[in-house]
């Protein structure tokens, strides 16, 4: 059964940082590209970063480019988001998932505020 569970989330004034985790189990976490999403109030979700499973090649989203890097340890089956210079527009619900699997985990809400 696939499990996807987020954490590290919480309130941060802006220009701060937070790092996220994702811990998977329930399918052989190291052969999947993993993926980042968030959904921010009022809006769909978006994708904020992948990195592929064999090489470790990572991809960002415009808005979070040069502030935001996407990790992993295939060691322990957990992804990981590392957010610095943190803005009140990244305030969101973030979200981890494998590419070509359905499953979503329950998110970890994140809310960037003075």
């Known amino acids: 059964q696939v499990q996807l569970v987020e954490s590290g989330g919480g309130l941060v004034q802006p220009g701060g940082s937070l790092r996220l985790s994702c811990v998977a189990s329930?399918?052989?976490?190291?052969?999947?590209?993993m993926r980042w999403y968030r959904q921010r109030p009022g809006k769909e979700r978006e994708l904020v970063a992948q990195?592929?499973?064999?090489?470790?090649?990572?991809t960002y989203g415009d808005s979070v480019k040069g502030r935001f890097t996407i990790s992993r340890d295939n060691g322990k089956n957990t992804l990981y988001l590392q957010m610095n210079s943190l803005k009140p527009e990244d305030t969101a619900v973030y979200y981890c998932?494998?590419?070509?699997?359905?499953?979503w985990g329950q998110g970890t809400q994140v809310t960037v505020s003075s």
């Open positions: 329930g399918f052989i976490f190291s052969s999947y590209t």
């Open positions: 998932k494998a590419l070509l699997l359905s499953h």
């Open positions: 990195i592929t499973s064999a090489s470790g090649s990572t």
